[in-house]
């Protein structure tokens, strides 16, 4: 537990509605936010405040979600809850609470659609709550445009009397600028009662969850609530175009950050996308056009673009350059030079000072260092030690298509390959070799030794002219 109490919290995420209107065949919560789908953002926000569980609760499309979140295992415990069919926020509550046997302390409960939520803020509302002593607690938002959200309705004396829907206000709530980001605090099992009296009596016929707030003022129970600091903080997604506004908030503070924080020149704002995840070191430059999205982590004095994309798990060093590249679960050291146009990929390991040019493609390969690939290769499934130079148009053959099996390139420090060579896998060249350019290379190459496999070259002198005279030339109009 990060809160100062230590009683215990469990998370909720409602993630079981249609969204119908992201007009999408795929649930809502599973579209992706810079890299990361909106229920991973959430669970990561809700898991950094360790609760002893976390409930899901899945309706539309129930077995993409539970496949999703069992392919992306993580370290929290947690359990899904079917609901169906959808009745409403209070009624997806509901469906957790065979699961809470005699658990009493309080459940942190969140709507599955608000992917910039960070865990602090959740963190600050568990703890006010547990300090208080509080049956309900809810954060709200102060905002220009109500838009479709819930208002929140407080009483003479400021306290927060109840929330009404969209739907369901009178003219004058209508204007109200106080509006429901549907994050919570109720403490269990004081609130069960009040989830069990729920009607649906009111314009959607759904059990909502919002009106516990009404129930629990009744029953003289403490409410208690905190306006966000930051009101985008907590956006819900609805639509394509909340969707893209969210990508666009998430970016801006990123990058934001990278600037202010971190001492990293942006150069572009408008043509970066970096996701909150990637760390980047003091000095470094990132040029126009980068997609920098995963567990990255960049080194100092780096200077990443133009048009450079990375994913997944990418760890740069210190001083390295990548031009126009994509970059894709990939180490590289210090000092390298990658790029125009090269292609890293799958658990691909470079060391310091390499140069990986232009049109090259590197797969589940190490390359030690100072070894450079200049040009125009493609390096799969293969060692390669230091201070080697690949040719331009090197190429590891390292598929067989009628078996499918893959085989290593093994090359030593020193070797070097000359222009067009092919090395058929399995293959190892030795320390120092040299293969000729133009070879096709099946077997290993002993340390030292030169490899050439290739029709021996024979000039016919005089060919030219005599062709000449034998052809007659075309006429010229
Ligand atoms: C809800 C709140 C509203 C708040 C808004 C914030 C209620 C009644 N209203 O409205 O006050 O301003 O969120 O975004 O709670 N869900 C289920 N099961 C259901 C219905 C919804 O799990 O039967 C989940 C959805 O997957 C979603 C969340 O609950 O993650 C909110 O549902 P949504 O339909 O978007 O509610 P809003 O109308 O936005
Ligand atoms: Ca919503």
């Given at each position: 537990m990060t809160t100062s109490s230590k009683a215990p919290v469990r998370a909720v995420i409602?993630?079981?509605?249609?969204?119908?209107?992201?007009?999408?065949?795929?649930?809502?919560?599973l579209h992706d936010v810079l890299g990361k789908s909106i229920i991973t953002r959430i669970i990561d926000a809700v898991d950094s405040l360790k609760p002893e569980k976390i409930h899901v609760v899945i309706g539309h499309q129930a077995e993409a979600v539970e496949n999703y979140l069992l392919a992306n295992p993580a370290l929290y415990p947690f359990s899904t809850h079917l609901q169906s069919?959808?009745?409403?926020t209070g009624h997806a509550l509901q469906q957790v609470v065979p699961d809470l046997g005699d658990f009493k302390g309080t459940l942190l409960v969140t709507v599955?659609?608000?992917?910039?939520?960070?865990g602090k803020t959740l963190g600050e509302l568990v703890t006010r709550h547990q300090a208080e002593h509080a049956a309900v607690s809810l954060l709200t938002a102060v905002v220009d445009d109500a838009k479709k959200y819930g208002r929140i309705v407080r009483d003479r004396d400021g306290s927060v009397l109840k929330i009404v829907e969209d739907k369901d206000t009178s003219d004058l709530e209508k204007h109200i600028k106080e509006v429901n980001p549907a994050i919570y605090c109720f403490e269990w099992p004081i609130i069960a009662k009040g989830l069990e009296s729920?009607?649906?009596?009111?314009q959607q016929k759904e059990y909502y969850l919002t009106d516990l707030i009404a129930w629990a003022r009744a029953q003289n129970l403490i409410v208690s609530s905190s306006i966000v600091g930051d009101w985008r903080e907590v956006i819900g997604i609805n639509t394509r175009l909340e969707l893209v506004e969210a990508m666009h908030l998430m970016r801006d503070k990123v990058l934001t950050d990278l600037s202010?924080?971190?001492?990293?020149?942006?150069?572009?704002r408008a043509s970066t996308w970096i996701s909150p995840e990637v760390e980047i070191g003091e000095d470094s430059v990132v040029l126009p056009g980068c997609h920098l999205t995963g567990e990255i982590k960049i080194g100092r004095d780096c200077v990443i673009g133009p048009h450079t994309v990375m994913q997944g798990k990418v760890v740069v060093g210190n001083r390295t350059v990548i031009t126009q590249s994509l970059v894709v679960n990939t180490q590289l050291g210090d000092d390298c030079r990658v790029g125009p146009y090269a292609h890293l990929r799958e658990h691909t390991l470079v060391a310091d000072k390499c140069r990986v040019g232009n049109f090259v493609e590197l797969k589940k390969s190490s390359v030690a260092s100072n070894t450079n690939v200049s040009h125009l290769s493609y390096i799969g499934d293969a060692e390669l030690g230091s201070n080697v130079n690949i040719g331009a148009?090197?190429?590891?053959?390292?598929?067989d298509h009628s078996t499918g099996i893959k085989s290593g390139t093994v090359i030593a420090d020193g070797a070097s390959t000359g222009s067009n060579s092919v090395l058929v896998a399995p293959i190892k060249l030795g320390k120092q070799s040299v293969v000729a350019a133009g070879t096709v290379a099946t077997k290993d190459v002993p340390d030292g030794a030169l490899a050439v496999a290739r029709v021996r070259q024979e000039n016919k002198e005089g060919w030219s002219s005599r062709k000449k005279g034998k052809t007659s030339a075309p006429s010229v109009s």
């Open positions: 409602l993630a079981a509605g249609q969204g119908k209107r992201m007009k999408s065949a795929r649930a809502k919560v069919p959808q009745l409403g599955g659609d608000t992917p910039l939520l960070s729920l009607r649906n009596d009111n202010l924080e971190s001492g990293v020149t942006i150069i572009d148009g090197t190429i590891t053959a390292n598929y």
